[in-house]
């Protein structure tokens, strides 16, 4: 065979496996050799995993405590009642009472829980402004339009930290006694509130401006805190180095979450006798209620919990994965059954072409 | 209506005020059009804004265009303004690029034309370029110029001021035409300084695009001469077999007849292109009511849970419903990748891609590509397309005795080797000819039987073939190929016709010369369907001699005639073999008889009415008791390699109508002979359609174009349809098209028409796909057809192989496409209802910009342009693989919403499966990573990795570019993630980059990698388990032969074509014959005999490849 005159020459089109649309390729086929053993193996390794990830999540222990304070449930209702709209109502103060029979297996976490808590809502979630967090002295004093309505307080003053999720910072706090007989002292059990956040955001995501003669309260100088707080930023702890926008705290409710309903880290217990967990005996909880939910319909918890290799106290994923690996084994079944019933009668097809 | 005045040497006349046109507010403009032409589209200022209008008038940029606008206006911008600036900037800039290549090239081609140079006659000849040519202006031309304006003849260097001129570039004719000039400019203006002070004044039509029509006058010397076409040279012909000629500009440019009949190419728009936008109004309406149906959602959460959450509190006192409006905005921007940006750029390159494939592979030029897959009516020209458009003399009947077999000189019949005769003892024999029976040599050389020589003796004297000598070689040039075949094989057989005058003509029988009275010539035309001549030989003898079509040949054979029955079989043998027939015979004619007839015939020839009529009449007193001499068998050259593509096409299921302008015998002769028909065909004629109904059948077209059209329109569609094979004979260009209208109409098929001369262009243009066979006859149907390449042939490559594969990948990558961007932006629909549907994203803003840009686009687009399901040798041998294409199996309205769910549930897996691993988790090491961006970036990766696997297994040619492309998608995703989420990013932009330090806090959790896992399993084994099942069960076409692929490999050797073989012959007639008049008149007119002319093949020769040459540049 050969081409035309007028396709040769010159214009030749180039004989190069690229061209000719010859490149060496795979043409894999979704044979059964294929399929089969994938569905096999896959619900295999899956039931496997399923079934590791479903024990470690069940080994988890989990206690939490509902100290919204709804309807006569525990000593919180008294503070609950005060829990009017959005003005902040004054400070009040409870707690959770609890026993242990038994060694809670630590290291222990500490965690507080929202619900109903739209971090994610968009309006929300973007009122910030990541420049002033990030200490650049320009935008300390001219915070983001986004921050809107907390970028300025009426007096002209910026606000440091601007923005609806600085201004809305969760404020209750936690402390957690130990007593180990029945009549015996309380003894405060050490919280570790720091390493809290991830590294990243301490150390790079959030910095403080840079200091004015040593003074973080001079650096912050002219700015105003967001109206609900009740003390400027640079007070937020009397620790020089979780004060200010790297104040630990603040960094984990930064981070905002995913979902309407989420826990944060408030601390680690690893300290001292408590760094296997906490012994068996009663332990109280006490609570400064001063954070409103009940005006949205949300719910406060408090969790104590311990975590594996894979995290949390979630028995989702290794349900999942079991649901997934039985399923895959049985449509490996049905290919199986399918392949050999059909095989027969495509082979037969054939012999009649 | 002649309003358009041209006076020759007088550039100031066309200047006059009357002759302005007012362009634009005071810029006043000649109508006379300058010669330079300008197909360019911009200029270097023009070109940003005009391109930039030019692609917002498409929807889909101007919706893009909107939604950036939108994006600005911060109540409801929910996206970063470059997350659609970014892909929109780079859809523009690709087409920008390629808009600009293009023009570019038009530049270059308009420079290279306007450049071109022309003498000018005027205060002496001097050289000028095209470009500055003007109305009025004479010029000459040389042998082998192209004209370059339309102009009228006023001279030339041939008698009576002929010329020559080939129109292949206007109407794909490659005959050449004559155009006379008038007598009075033939007599005053042959010389140069007659021509310097000619002040003629024309008064004409305005310029139009009619070739064929002109009417005007001329005014000079106070006398007024009407033109006509006849005398008029058009921009594009070319200048042969004239030494020089002279003429005045009247048309130029823009205003030259070529200019006006190119026109604007329609845009065409593919099958797919059509189903494309449906499914993306579709979309957008999807878009709208999703967006419309969370804003309810908005309004809704907002009065129940938004208004009394303190938190929320953002200063404005907006009711819940004005909130849940402005959301509505906010989702039309968050959900806009449902409408993809990049899938028209995406297209287009994909496109642009199979063209080059497809021209590295055929020579063909550009961009139809998918609808190649989907053909199911061809539309093709016969000559030129499907034959050479080169006669051959293969054979002849004498005497009841067939020649032409390989006969060796000892007539043993079938030799093995097979030698050409040697044709050196004849001087004139040209040397072309190869013919392989010795034995009818010997005849002629033995003279024993005397009618051999008479035979070919007939052929030398009985046509209108004008000869030409130069350097002692004979040129023939003759009004039909058939009528020169035929001349040519006389003159190897040592009977050459040298030379005619008006009355005689000189033949040279076996070397000597003789001169023959022509007494008249009874010319052919297609009711006679016969020639004949009648000489007085030197001895005085009035001889008859006549050819013809066996049917009205043997009606008027004496009734002793010999050997009726002997030729009659061998007719019959040559109709078989798909050979068109010519009879021959002749008779004597006693010198009373001829001179009474004679009487008749010169009343005749100067009857005032019905002139042609009663001339028949007189023929028909003559042209009887005929002595039948035998039959010539003339061979019309197929292109190589047609019979084989007819029918490979047609197991594809594709329908192929010839349609040409020949007469009904030559067309049905080819039908044979390309075995579109074949004996067992049941053949109907459209003149007898009525009655039955047939299983193929041809038509006369004339029958169709009558009044009352629609319903009968629509009967001829459908009966033709039923045909599985259809030839239309006698049909214009015009009704070309309309035939391919009609089917495009009815049918709503696609359909391709493939011709090569510029009568097919109206049908090249007509049809969704236009293919251009590059060719003999100029270039215009090149220039206006979608592909071109040289050989019909190539035409099952382009459509079994190319057009199939580009159809599979074009839609696959449709199907894809879609699915990919459902299932990337569903996930924010899903996210609405845990977000209070406040528009909230799914993933980081820099994500959702680079997703259709960088992570998901490169192997899609190596998919639409590399993959094969088989390779083409198998694509050719099960032609049945085509059909996929034509029942638009792989993509339509059910495959689409097939994609869509496919992608709304992969976007449901995407989003549920992480938000049960993230409900109230929190991570190894106690630090909560139920975040927001943790979250996202376990959905974009989970997403970006589902969405390449897919692609992954929809590819079914895995080159080592799919598997880089696939896997270099994935890490470059990561890679950038990670990049993005640096420290060192955030030190410089701390507000652009907000996702510090997400990728690796998340991506370090084992946690989250086994949800990521889980998802995309999830995403793709009900895939895999789908596909195996339907592969089992229902297996394509296709999948068997991928299957057994091994298997066909092995036996790859199979025969290239089975030796067809041919029923037995049924009783019918092969006669064919090109031609409809010949030049009778011309010669006994006698102006046409020149004194002097040059060898006309050599010129035609040079003319093309030449031509060949500017065309290349």
Same mark, same amino acid.
């Given at each position: 065979?050969?081409?035309?005159?007028?396709?040769?020459?010159?214009?030749?089109?180039?004989?190069? %496996?690229?061209?000719?649309?010859?490149?060496?390729?795979?043409?894999?086929?979704?044979?059964?050799?294929?399929?089969?053993?994938?569905?096999?193996?896959?619900?295999?390794?899956?039931?496997?995993?399923?079934?590791?990830?479903?024990?470690?999540?069940?080994?988890?222990?989990?206690?939490?405590?509902?100290?919204?304070?709804?309807?006569?449930?525990?000593?919180?209702? %008294?503070?609950?009642?005060?829990?009017?709209?959005?003005?902040?109502?004054?400070?009040?103060?409870?707690?959770?009472?609890?026993?242990?029979?038994?060694?809670? +297996?630590?290291?222990?976490?500490?965690?507080?829980?929202?619900?109903?808590?739209?971090?994610?809502?968009?309006?929300?979630?973007?009122?910030?402004?990541?420049?002033?967090?990030?200490?650049?002295?320009?935008?300390?004093?001219?915070?983001?339009?986004?921050?809107?309505?907390?970028?300025?307080?009426?007096?002209?003053?910026?606000?440091?930290?601007?923005?609806?999720?600085?201004?809305?910072?969760?404020?209750?706090?936690?402390?957690?006694?130990?007593?180990?007989?029945?009549?015996?002292?309380?003894?405060?059990?050490?919280?570790?509130?720091?390493?809290?956040?991830?590294? #990243?955001?301490?150390?790079?995501?959030?910095?403080?401006?840079?200091?004015?003669?040593?003074?973080?309260?001079?650096?912050?100088?002219?700015?105003?805190?967001? +109206?609900?707080?009740?003390?400027?930023?640079?007070?937020?702890?009397?620790?020089?180095?979780?004060?200010?926008?790297?104040?630990?705290?603040?960094?984990?409710?930064?981070?905002?979450?995913?979902?309407?309903?989420?826990?944060?880290?408030?601390?680690?217990?690893?300290?001292?006798?408590?760094?296997?967990?906490?012994?068996?005996?009663?332990?109280?909880?006490?609570?400064?209620?001063?954070?409103?939910?009940?005006?949205?319909?949300?719910?406060?918890?408090?969790?104590?919990?311990?975590?594996?290799?894979?995290?949390?106290?979630?028995?989702?994923?290794?349900?999942?994965?079991?649901?997934?690996?039985?399923?895959?084994?049985?449509?490996?079944?049905?290919?199986?059954?399918?392949?050999?019933?059909?095989?027969?009668?495509?082979?037969?097809?054939?012999?009649?072409? | 209506?002649?309003?358009?005045?041209?006076?020759?040497?007088?550039?100031?006349?066309?200047?006059?005020?009357?002759?302005?046109?007012?362009?634009?507010?005071?810029?006043?403009?000649?109508?006379?059009?300058?010669?330079?032409?300008?197909?360019?589209?911009?200029?270097?200022?023009?070109?940003?804004? $005009?391109?930039?209008?030019?692609?917002?008038?498409?929807?889909?940029?101007?919706?893009?265009?909107?939604?950036?606008?939108?994006?600005?206006?911060?109540?409801?911008?929910?996206?970063?303004?470059?997350? #659609?600036?970014?892909?929109?900037?780079?859809?523009?800039?690709?087409?920008?690029?390629?808009?600009?290549?293009?023009?570019?090239?038009?530049?270059?081609?308009?420079?290279?034309?306007?450049?071109?140079?022309?003498?000018?006659?005027?205060?002496?000849?001097?050289?000028?370029?095209?470009?500055?040519?003007?109305?009025?202006?004479?010029?000459?031309?040389?042998?082998?110029?192209?004209?370059?304006?339309?102009?009228?003849?006023?001279?030339?260097?041939?008698?009576?001021?002929?010329?020559?001129?080939?129109?292949?570039?206007?109407?794909?004719?490659?005959?050449?035409?004559?155009?006379?000039?008038?007598?009075?400019?033939?007599?005053?203006?042959?010389?140069?300084?007659?021509?310097?002070?000619?002040?003629?004044?024309?008064?004409?039509?305005?310029?139009?695009?009619?070739?064929?029509?002109?009417?005007?006058?001329?005014?000079?010397?106070?006398?007024?001469?009407?033109?006509?076409?006849?005398?008029?040279?058009?921009?594009?012909?070319?200048?042969?077999?004239?030494?020089?000629?002279?003429?005045?500009?009247?048309?130029?440019?823009?205003?030259?007849?070529?200019?006006?009949?190119?026109?604007?190419?329609?845009?065409?728009?593919?099958?797919?292109?059509?189903?494309?936008?449906?499914?993306?109004?579709?979309?957008?309406?999807?878009?709208?009511?999703?967006?419309?149906?969370?804003?309810?959602?908005?309004?809704?959460?907002?009065?129940?849970?938004?208004?009394?959450?303190?938190?929320?509190?953002?200063?404005?006192?907006?009711?819940?419903?004005?909130?849940?409006?402005?959301?509505?905005?906010?989702?039309?921007?968050?959900?806009?990748?449902?409408?993809?940006?990049?899938?028209?750029?995406?297209?287009?390159?994909?496109?642009?891609?199979?063209?080059?494939?497809?021209?590295?592979?055929?020579?063909?030029?550009?961009?139809?590509?998918?609808?190649?897959?989907?053909?199911?009516?061809?539309?093709?020209?016969?000559?030129?397309?499907?034959?050479?458009?080169?006669?051959?003399?293969?054979?002849?009947?004498?005497?009841?005795?067939?020649?032409?077999?390989?006969?060796?000189?000892?007539?043993?019949?079938?030799?093995?080797?097979?030698?050409?005769?040697?044709?050196?003892?004849?001087?004139?024999?040209?040397?072309?000819?190869?013919?392989?029976?010795?034995?009818?040599?010997?005849?002629?050389?033995?003279?024993?039987?005397?009618?051999?020589?008479?035979?070919?003796?007939?052929?030398?004297?009985?046509?209108?073939?004008?000869?030409?000598?130069?350097?002692?070689?004979?040129?023939?040039?003759?009004?039909?190929?058939?009528?020169?075949?035929?001349?040519?094989?006389?003159?190897?057989?040592?009977?050459?016709?040298?030379?005619?005058?008006?009355?005689?003509?000189?033949?040279?029988?076996?070397?000597?010369?003789?001169?023959?009275?022509?007494?008249?010539?009874?010319?052919?035309?297609?009711?006679?369907?016969?020639?004949?001549?009648?000489?007085?030989?030197?001895?005085?003898?009035?001889?008859?001699?006549?050819?013809?079509?066996?049917?009205?040949?043997?009606?008027?054979?004496?009734?002793?005639?010999?050997?009726?029955?002997?030729?009659?079989?061998?007719?019959?043998?040559?109709?078989?073999?798909?050979?068109?027939?010519?009879?021959?015979?002749?008779?004597?004619?006693?010198?009373?008889?001829?001179?009474?007839?004679?009487?008749?015939? $010169?009343?005749?020839?100067?009857?005032? #009415?019905?002139?042609?009529?009663?001339?028949?009449?007189?023929?028909?007193?003559?042209?009887?008791?005929?002595?039948?001499?035998?039959?010539?068998?003339?061979?019309?050259?197929?292109?190589?390699?047609?019979?084989?593509?007819?029918?490979?096409?047609?197991?594809?299921?594709?329908?192929?109508?010839?349609?040409?302008?020949?007469?009904?015998?030559?067309?049905?002769?080819?039908?044979?002979?390309?075995?579109?028909?074949?004996?067992?065909?049941?053949?109907?004629?459209?003149?007898?359609?009525?009655?039955?109904?047939?299983?193929? $059948?041809?038509?006369?077209?004339?029958?169709?174009?009558?009044?009352?059209?629609?319903?009968?329109?629509?009967?001829?569609?459908?009966?033709?349809?039923?045909?599985?094979?259809?030839?239309?004979?006698?049909?214009?260009?015009?009704?070309?098209? $309309?035939?391919?209208?009609?089917?495009?109409?009815?049918?709503?098929?696609?359909?391709?028409?493939?011709?090569?001369?510029?009568?097919?262009?109206?049908?090249?243009?007509?049809?969704?796909?236009?293919?251009?066979?590059?060719?003999?006859?100029?270039?215009?149907?090149?220039?206006?057809?979608?592909?071109?390449?040289?050989?019909?042939?190539?035409?099952?490559?382009?459509?079994?192989?190319?057009?199939?594969?580009?159809?599979?990948?074009?839609?696959?990558?449709?199907?894809?496409?879609?699915?990919?961007?459902?299932?990337?932006?569903?996930?924010?629909?899903?996210?609405?209802?845990?977000?209070?549907?406040?528009?909230?994203?799914?993933?980081?803003?820099?994500?959702?910009?680079?997703?259709?840009?960088?992570? &998901?686009?490169?192997?899609?687009?190596?998919?639409?342009?590399?993959?094969?399901?088989?390779?083409?040798?198998?694509?050719?041998?099960?032609?049945?693989?085509?059909?996929?294409?034509?029942?638009?199996?792989?993509?339509?309205?059910?495959?689409?919403?097939?994609?869509?769910?496919?992608?709304?549930?992969?976007?449901?897996?995407?989003?549920?499966?992480?938000?049960?691993?993230?409900?109230?988790?929190?991570?190894?090491?106690?630090?909560?990573?139920?975040?927001?961006?943790?979250?996202?970036?376990?959905?974009?990766?989970?997403?970006?990795?589902?969405?390449?696997?897919?692609?992954?297994?929809?590819?079914?040619?895995? #080159?080592?570019?799919?598997?880089?492309?696939?896997?270099?998608?994935?890490?470059?995703?990561?890679?950038?993630?990670?990049?993005?989420? &640096?420290?060192?990013?955030?030190?410089?932009?701390?507000?652009?980059?907000?996702?510090?330090?997400?990728?690796?806090?998340?991506?370090?959790?084992?946690?989250?990698?086994?949800?990521?896992?889980?998802?995309?399993?999830?995403?793709?084994?009900?895939?895999?388990?789908?596909?195996?099942?339907?592969?089992?069960?229902?297996?394509?076409?296709?999948?068997?032969?991928?299957?057994?692929?091994?298997?066909?490999?092995?036996?790859?050797?199979?025969?290239?074509?089975?030796?067809?073989?041919?029923?037995?012959?049924?009783?019918?007639?092969?006669?064919?014959?090109?031609?409809?008049?010949?030049?009778?008149?011309?010669?006994?007119?006698?102006?046409?005999?020149?004194?002097?002319?040059?060898?006309?093949?050599?010129?035609?020769?040079?003319?093309?490849?030449?031509?060949?040459?500017?065309?290349?540049?």
């Amino acid at each position: 065979m050969t081409w035309s005159a007028a396709a040769r020459g010159a214009h030749q089109p180039d004989n190069t %496996a690229f061209t000719q649309q010859r490149l060496p390729a795979w043409q894999p086929l979704l044979s059964a050799s294929i399929a089969l053993p994938l569905f096999f193996c896959a619900g295999l390794a899956f039931i496997g995993l399923g079934l590791g990830l479903f024990y470690s999540s069940n080994g988890i222990k989990e206690l939490e405590y509902d100290y919204t304070g709804t309807a006569g449930t525990g000593g919180c209702s %008294a503070c609950a009642l005060a829990d009017r709209g959005r003005a902040p109502p004054p400070p009040c103060s409870c707690a959770w009472h609890f026993s242990l029979a038994e060694l809670f +297996p630590g290291p222990v976490y500490l965690y507080y829980e929202l619900t109903n808590f739209y971090q994610n809502n968009r309006r929300y979630s973007v009122s910030r402004d990541d420049a002033q967090l990030s200490g650049l002295p320009s935008a300390l004093r001219h915070p983001a339009n986004e921050c809107a309505p907390y970028q300025r307080r009426a007096s002209g003053l910026p606000i440091a930290p601007c923005g609806a999720i600085a201004n809305s910072l969760f404020n209750d706090s936690f402390s957690l006694w130990h007593r180990r007989r029945a009549g015996g002292p309380y003894v405060e059990v050490p919280l570790d509130r720091t390493g809290i956040a991830w590294w #990243t955001d301490c150390h790079v995501k959030f910095r403080n401006p840079p200091l004015v003669n040593g003074s973080l309260a001079l650096a912050f100088h002219g700015t105003a805190p967001p +109206p609900n707080w009740p003390r400027p930023v640079y007070a937020l702890s009397p620790d020089p180095n979780n004060t200010g926008f790297v104040n630990q705290d603040f960094v984990v409710w930064m981070r905002t979450a995913a979902l309407p309903t989420f826990r944060k880290l408030y601390a680690r217990i690893r300290q001292g006798n408590y760094s296997a967990g906490l012994p068996r005996g009663s332990y109280v909880v006490n609570i400064t209620y001063n954070y409103p939910v009940r005006a949205f319909g949300g719910r406060k918890l408090v969790v104590l919990s311990n975590i594996s290799w894979m995290g949390g106290k979630n028995p989702f994923l290794g349900i999942a994965y079991l649901a997934v690996g039985s399923l895959c084994i049985l449509v490996g079944f049905v290919m199986l059954v399918v392949y050999i019933r059909y095989q027969d009668q495509n082979d037969e097809d054939e012999d009649e072409e | 209506d002649c309003t358009w005045q041209v006076k020759a040497n007088d550039r100031s006349f066309h200047e006059q005020p009357h002759f302005m046109n007012t362009k634009f507010f005071c810029i006043k403009e000649s109508k006379y059009a300058n010669n330079a032409i300008k197909t360019y589209k911009y200029n270097a200022f023009s070109f940003l804004p $005009m391109n930039l209008f030019e692609q917002f008038k498409r929807a889909a940029n101007f919706y893009f265009l909107i939604l950036l606008i939108l994006q600005a206006i911060p109540q409801i911008s929910t996206l970063a303004w470059y997350t #659609t600036l970014f892909p929109l900037l780079v859809v523009l800039g690709i087409t920008a690029m390629k808009d600009l290549v293009d023009d570019v090239a038009r530049h270059k081609m308009d420079n290279e034309i306007n450049n071109r140079t022309c003498e000018v006659i005027k205060d002496g000849r001097y050289f000028t370029k095209w470009k500055e040519i003007q109305v009025g202006d004479i010029i000459r031309l040389k042998k082998n110029d192209f004209i370059p304006a339309d102009i009228l003849l006023l001279s030339s260097s041939e008698p009576n001021s002929l010329c020559y001129v080939e129109t292949a570039e206007l109407d794909g004719e490659t005959n050449l035409k004559f155009k006379m000039a008038l007598e009075i400019t033939h007599q005053y203006l042959q010389r140069e300084n007659a021509l310097t002070t000619f002040d003629g004044f024309i008064e004409c039509e305005e310029p139009n695009n009619r070739l064929d029509k002109f009417t005007g006058t001329l005014f000079w010397r106070n006398t007024s001469f009407p033109l006509d076409a006849d005398k008029i040279l058009l921009r594009g012909c070319v200048i042969r077999n004239t030494d020089f000629c002279h003429g005045m500009v009247i048309f130029a440019g823009a205003d030259t007849k070529i200019m006006k009949n190119s026109g604007k190419t329609r845009f065409k728009r593919t099958k797919i292109d059509y189903l494309m936008n449906y499914m993306v109004y579709t979309i957008f309406v999807v878009l709208i009511l999703v967006s419309a149906g969370l804003a309810i959602g908005h309004a809704y959460w907002e009065a129940q849970i938004g208004n009394n959450s303190w938190y929320l509190y953002d200063g404005e006192d907006y009711t819940p419903s004005y909130r849940g409006f402005l959301n509505f905005w906010g989702y039309i921007i968050i959900l806009n990748t449902m409408v993809p940006i990049s899938l028209y750029v995406s297209v287009e390159v994909i496109r642009l891609g199979q063209s080059y494939f497809i021209n590295w592979d055929l020579q063909i030029t550009t961009t139809l590509n998918e609808q190649l897959g989907q053909i199911h009516y061809i539309f093709s020209d016969k000559t030129g397309t499907l034959t050479q458009n080169i006669m051959t003399f293969k054979k002849c009947c004498i005497n009841g005795q067939i020649y032409g077999e390989w006969n060796t000189s000892k007539g043993m019949s079938l030799a093995p080797e097979k030698d050409p005769v040697d044709f050196s003892w004849n001087m004139f024999a040209d040397g072309k000819l190869a013919f392989y029976d010795h034995y009818l040599i010997e005849q002629i050389h033995s003279g024993k039987e005397s009618e051999v020589r008479q035979f070919f003796f007939l052929l030398a004297v009985c046509h209108t073939v004008m000869v030409d000598r130069i350097d002692g070689q004979l040129n023939y040039q003759a009004a039909s190929p058939d009528e020169g075949a035929l001349v040519s094989a006389a003159r190897n057989f040592g009977f050459a016709f040298l030379a005619r005058t008006q009355n005689t003509i000189t033949i040279s029988e076996l070397g000597t010369e003789r001169t023959y009275d022509v007494l008249a010539i009874l010319d052919f035309n297609s009711d006679r369907k016969r020639m004949s001549i009648i000489v007085r030989t030197p001895e005085g003898n009035i001889r008859l001699y006549c050819k013809g079509a066996d049917t009205v040949i043997y009606e008027r054979l004496h009734q002793m005639s010999p050997t009726k029955q002997e030729t009659q079989d061998a007719l019959d043998i040559f109709a078989s073999e798909t050979l068109r027939t010519l009879c021959l015979c002749y008779k004597e004619i006693e010198e009373k008889e001829y001179e009474e007839w004679n009487k008749k015939f $010169m009343a005749a020839s100067i009857a005032s #009415t019905n002139r042609d009529e009663a001339l028949d009449k007189v023929y028909e007193e003559i042209e009887k008791d005929l002595i039948l001499l035998g039959a010539t068998a003339i061979e019309d050259k197929l292109q190589d390699g047609v019979p084989e593509t007819i029918s490979k096409l047609a197991k594809a299921d594709i329908k192929i109508w010839v349609l040409t302008g020949d007469k009904k015998e030559t067309a049905e002769n080819i039908g044979f002979a390309c075995e579109l028909l074949t004996e067992d065909t049941t053949i109907c004629y459209g003149e007898d359609i009525k009655t039955e109904e047939e299983r193929r $059948m041809r038509t006369q077209s004339k029958r169709r174009l009558e009044a009352r059209k629609e319903q009968r329109q629509k009967n001829f569609v459908d009966l033709a349809c039923e045909c599985s094979a259809v030839i239309c004979c006698r049909v214009t260009p015009k009704q070309k098209a $309309m035939v391919v209208d009609l089917v495009k109409r009815y049918k709503k098929a696609i359909t391709l028409a493939i011709g090569d001369g510029a009568n097919d262009v109206n049908m090249i243009k007509t049809a969704h796909i236009g293919v251009g066979i590059s060719g003999q006859e100029g270039m215009q149907a090149v220039m206006s057809s979608d592909y071109s390449f040289a050989q019909f042939r190539y035409l099952q490559r382009l459509l079994l192989v190319h057009g199939r594969w580009s159809y599979i990948r074009m839609c696959k990558f449709l199907r894809y496409f879609f699915y990919k961007n459902f299932a990337f932006t569903l996930v924010h629909f899903w996210y609405s209802f845990f977000n209070g549907y406040s528009a909230q994203t799914a993933y980081e803003d820099w994500f959702i910009t680079l997703y259709n840009v960088l992570y &998901s686009s490169l192997p899609v687009l190596l998919m639409g342009l590399l993959d094969q399901d088989v390779s083409d040798k198998l694509s050719l041998r099960f032609p049945g693989l085509y059909v996929v294409g034509q029942r638009d199996l792989l993509f339509n309205y059910k495959k689409f919403f097939v994609s869509l769910v496919h992608g709304i549930l992969t976007s449901m897996i995407l989003f549920f499966i992480p938000l049960g691993a993230y409900l109230q988790t929190v991570g190894q090491d106690g630090e909560a990573p139920s975040d927001y961006q943790s979250f996202a970036v376990t959905i974009a990766s989970a997403l970006i990795i589902t969405v390449n696997f897919q692609i992954g297994l929809d590819t079914s040619y895995w #080159t080592f570019v799919n598997a880089f492309s696939i896997f270099g998608s994935i890490a470059l995703y990561f890679g950038i993630m990670f990049d993005f989420h &640096s420290a060192g990013i955030h030190v410089l932009f701390p507000s652009a980059f907000q996702f510090t330090g997400t990728a690796s806090n998340a991506l370090r959790q084992p946690y989250i990698w086994l949800t990521i896992i889980l998802t995309v399993a999830v995403c793709l084994l009900p895939v895999v388990a789908i596909r195996f099942l339907s592969m089992t069960i229902w297996p394509s076409e296709s999948d068997k032969i991928q299957k057994h692929r091994k298997r066909l490999k092995a036996e790859e050797q199979w025969k290239r074509r089975q030796v067809f073989r041919r029923g037995v012959s049924s009783r019918r007639s092969a006669y064919a014959f090109s031609h409809q008049r010949g030049y009778a008149d011309l010669i006994s007119s006698g102006r046409s005999i020149r004194k002097k002319r040059s060898p006309l093949d050599a010129i035609i020769a040079d003319g093309t490849a030449e031509y060949r040459r500017t065309v290349e540049s």
